[in-house]
T-cell receptor
């Protein structure tokens, strides 16, 4: 069973628009990671959240972990073509990171 | 920052042959490394956990006799795909956990395996 569910599966947005990607866990999260990946390439670490209610930002990307620590959202403001790629949330339930199925983002001119 | 390398970055091999992929932690020691596999347009799936000096732990459905893992030192883990078949063609990514740090995993750049 998939412990981490991501939505949407894919997203096409116009350049300059905002967007949100969600990640929901079936278990309490003790650490939630967001990565970006271009297909066929390695993972680019974006952010890690641990505390309920925590929010972190880097450039135009903001990630939040809800108080109950079972859901996280990734928000991109004023999207750019450089934001295109696959966004993966990952969580550790004791050992290795497990990943959601990913959200494919395409930013159109 | 912590860097993990993989070699080769891509490899093409013939069906029935074996291929070895190396995962190295360059500036830290890793008692634990992880091997993931990613098929096209799918997420990363954990294959096995590699522990230095002991046997690897495989996830359900992963054949341990086909995917041999050796973690002989604190900076090197190898994954050998034995008797490779076209369905083994995939993107293999390793990650390593710094034994002196927190539980963060650092990922390698991946190895693209194509079996013809």
């Amino acid at each position: 069973s998939q412990e981490l569910e991501q939505s949407p599966q894919s997203l096409i947005v116009q350049e300059g628009k905002n967007l949100t990607i969600n990640c929901t866990s079936s278990k309490t999260l003790y650490g939630l990671y967001w990565y970006k990946q271009k297909y066929g390439e390695g993972l680019i670490f974006l952010m890690m959240l641990q505390k309920g209610g925590e929010e972190k930002s880097h450039e135009k990307i903001t990630a939040k972990l809800d108080e109950k620590k079972q859901q996280s959202s990734l928000h991109i403001t004023a999207s750019q073509p450089s934001h295109a790629g696959i966004y993966l949330c990952g969580a550790s339930y004791g050992n290795a990171l497990n990943f959601g199925k990913g959200t494919s983002l395409l930013v159109t001119p | 920052g912590a860097v993990v390398s993989q070699h080769p970055s891509w490899v093409i091999c013939k069906s029935g042959t074996s291929v070895k992929i190396e995962c190295r932690s360059l500036d830290f020691q890793a008692t634990t490394m992880f091997w993931y596999r990613q098929f096209p347009k799918q997420s990363l799936m954990l294959m096995a956990t590699s522990n230095e000096g002991s046997k690897a732990t495989y996830e359900q459905g992963v054949e341990k006799d086909k995917f041999l893992i050796n973690h002989a030192s604190l900076t090197l883990s190898t994954l050998t795909v034995t008797s490779a078949h076209p369905e083994d063609s995939s993107f293999y990514i390793c990650s390593a956990r710094d034994r002196l740090g927190d539980y963060e995993q650092y990922f390698g750049p991946g190895t693209r395996l194509t079996v013809t």
